[in-house]
Structures are given as structure tokens and as C-alpha cells.
């Protein structure tokens, strides 16, 4: 497939997305909402504060047969913590205001791959269910159930960027870009090092840690003394802080080799798992860890819900003081320098390559190929979401660093796939 039929692919590796009215529409909609009736006679919705979000929700509502449980304006993690037999939130995260798409849950977990595979089928063969719209009336009791089982916000301030969080602003003490803002105009919807400037410049030698979620709330990036922490790093503060020793975590590959030995150093059981919080929660239920954490952001909690919780993440972090995240990051001292190479990529070709290489101390095939060599270590994957091949390379110098990436990139060309 390519890059230009993908884009207009509704359905992604772990969700439906897609620009709106292009790839996702109302029709669309009450066509998913009917291909959801195969899950369960019973669906908790919500929606961000994107413009398309009501209409689609009313169209998906009017597809599906069964019980509807509105929630008006929401995070995806309270419908997810309230949906058990099936929620349904109607947002498109992180990406762009002219984007929108929905996630699913049930069993408080994202839903798997096969789930939304069998997702698909059914809605293909929904070809016409009807159009039309399901007006909704918000049910206020249900929100106010997620907010109580959240921990007590103890102190922070909060960048809402503008998204769904903020239909729980009143819950943050102090909070920035906490009124809705449909188009985006004023932050992005992505919480990265360079959306993040107007939250570092406030909490720059401030007695005040910032916490900033993406646009339906299910991620948390944490910025302390004006430095954007990595996910990496909060994972293993988190991990250490939080659980007793010798308790079992999780972690995406992608994430520092420097932070896998601090855990395991630390007497923690460290489990590995693919990027994606979908391959993420899988693994963890399936070892029983009681915490997972992705670099990007997801952050489960298994004593709340197995679905990444950006809000719950916040609240129980919020105990910490300013200065405590960013003393712990000081301790990792690794580079890791990162590229993209938009070229198909032969993974068993490259297996072969990289086992063939000199010196080669360890190799991973969990998701792309990570290899580990004595001056750097190698992670080189294909994104699930975007065309293109990531390539990480890790070292204790900039100088081993760069010669790692260099190296990386060299393999990937050897093993590229011919046309």
C-alpha cells in the first residue's frame, strides 16, 4: 500500500483516524457505530472539543442499536475506567485540528489488534445502516464517578493545551491553556520538547513542576526546572518511587538501555514489550507488572486501569516537589541521537546484517531489530503510524553516538527493499 492510500485508510494500526470529512465522516460513523454492536449492547462515548466531534458522535450513536452512556466532552481515559463492556472515545490525540478518529476500550484496556481487526470486518459489512444522528444527553454523574477515583492533586501546574482535559479543569489547581480551543491555535496538540515552550518558561527556576497532556489526555510529559523530563526517565522515576523493590515493570524497547539497567540494578523485574501502548498493555497483563510505561508518554497503572491514564499519571506524580524530577534525570548521562529514513526497510535482510556484524553482544527482534555492540547500542523499527523507518542509536559519548547512528543508517541502506 502506499503512503497516499494509507493516509486515506480510516482504519490505523491501533485506532480509526484520518482527516475529516476526507476519511472520516459522519456516514462513516453510524457505520462503525453499528459494526461496534458486535462487542457488546452497551458503549460508553465521549468526545474531545474538536469542531467534527459532536456530529460524529451523534452519527456513531445512531448507528449503534444498543445502550448509549454520554459523556459529553471528555478524556479517553474516563471513558475507558467507566466503559468496562465497551467505550468508545471519538478523538484524533495528538494530531492536527483537522484531523479526528476514535479509540476503543473495553475491560478498562485498549482494545488489541485482532479486537480492531474483527472491528473492521464488521464494519465492511455494514455497508448501509442508515444515516442520521442519535441526539445524546450528557449523563454529569459519570464524569464526576472518574473524577473521584483520581488521587488528590497535590501541587503542579497543568497544561491542558487546550484539549479534553480541560472538561476537568476545575479538578487542577493551576493550570495554562484550560479553556477548549477547537482549531489548535494557540498549542499543539502533541506535548513535545518544542510545543512545550510557554510551560518550561513558567516552571524555569520556579518552585513548580509542569505536567502537559496531549489532546484526549492519555499521555503526560512532565517538564521540571524549564527542561522537558524524557518518558524514559519518568517511567523509571515512577517505577522506583512508587513500587517496592523487586516489583515487575514494563517498558517499550525503544526505550534507554541506560534506564533498563538503572531499573534492574534497582532490583526491579523489567519486561520488554513493542512500541505501541497496545503492545505495551498486552505484555504487562500477560507478566502481571503491576506498572508500563511507553517513551512517548503512556503511562498504565494496573491497580487503576490497564488504559494509559495521562490524568492519573499527573495526580499521582503531583506529590513530588520541583527540582525531585529533574535530579533524578541528571543521573542518565547517555546520548541518544535519532533519524528517519523514508525507505522500505527488509527486516530479515537487516537481522542478517546485523547478526553478521563484528563485535555484536546482544540482539532483540521484539519490534524492528535492537542490537547491542561494546561502544553503542542500535534500535532500527518501522512506525506503525507513519511511512517511514526509525533509527535510534544510544552511547555513553556523542562521539560513539554519532558513530553508532552513521553505522545504523549504512545497514538500514544495505538491507532496503527492492522495488
Known sequence: MSAIEKELEMFKEYDVRGKCPQVVNEEKFCRLGKALEKFSKEMVICHDF???????????????????????AAPTPAVAFLGEKLGCSVTASHNPAGYN???????????????????????????????????LEKDEALIEKYSLFLPPIERGLFDLCGGAACALKEIFPEKIFGEPDPDYERHSAEPKDETLEELKKRTKGKRVAGFAFDGDADRLVVVDKGKTIAGDVLAAFAAVKLFPKKSRVALTIDCSNEVFRFLRDEGMTVDVAGVGDVNLVKTALEKGAVFAAEKSGHYSFFKHMAYSDGIYAAAVLSQFKAGEFAEFASRFKSVVLKQELFFPVDFGRLEDEVRGERGLESIATIDGIKADFPDYSLLIRASKTEPKIRVNAEAGTRENAEKGLARAVELAGKSRKKA
Not at 474538536?50 to 459529553?72: C, D, I, Y
Not at 480492531?116 to 455497508?127: I, P, R
Open 50 to 72: 474538536r469542531r467534527s466531534g459532536s456530529s460524529l458522535t451523534e452519527a456513531l450513536a445512531a448507528g449503534f442499536s444498543g445502550e448509549v452512556l454520554f459523556l459529553g
Open 101 to 135: 478518529g476514535a479509540k476503543f476500550s473495553r475491560e478498562k484496556r485498549c482494545f488489541w489488534r485482532e479486537e480492531l481487526l474483527e472491528l473492521e470486518k464488521e464494519f465492511e459489512k455494514a455497508k448501509k445502516p442508515g444515516k442520521g444522528k442519535r441526539p
